[in-house]
């Protein structure tokens, strides 16, 4: 007689011995490895948002381009404003990029503020080694 759905009774399957391998047991769980698992990722995670607030998320140090301008084959002047905190110093990276996106002069600019400022306006020529088409402001960090 052969098997059909009105013979097997409901539950689970039944696979003729030797012809699918060993049917294995469902394995035991294992929460404490799971767990340093867990929490190991979650250290990795944590110290990579720290190095990546500490590079590019200070908000007492910021730049806001405001224009470039005098655009020849050897430079771009670019002008642009720096927040610091009262009587800081920041390291901005300036950077010339040619028409078809490559990079072609970089800088770091020191910025000081007087005692009081925050706020500084900032003019700087970048030399390029080929006619830029564009200056910006890449970010700017505290200086030291």
């Not at 409901?10 to 867990?38: H, K, Q, T």
Request: proline share 9%.
């Amino acid at each position: 007689m052969t098997e059909t759905h009105t013979t097997v009774p409901p539950g689970a399957p039944v696979f003729p011995p030797g012809r699918y391998g060993r049917r294995r047991e469902p394995g035991r769980r294992r929460p404490v490895l799971v767990g340093v698992l867990v929490a190991a990722l979650a250290g990795v995670l944590v110290l990579a948002a720290t190095q990546l607030y500490a590079r590019y998320g200070d908000p007492n140090y910021d730049a806001q381009m405001i224009t470039y301008a005098e655009v020849t084959d050897t430079g771009v002047r670019v002008d642009f404003r720096v927040t610091v905190p009262a009587g800081g110093s920041a390291v901005c990276l300036l950077r010339a990029r040619s028409h078809d996106g490559a990079e072609v002069g970089r800088v770091e600019v020191p910025v000081a503020a007087a005692p009081g400022e925050r706020h500084l306006n900032v003019r700087h020529r970048i030399a390029t080694t080929a006619r830029p088409f564009i200056g910006e402001v890449l970010r700017c960090r505290p200086a030291g």
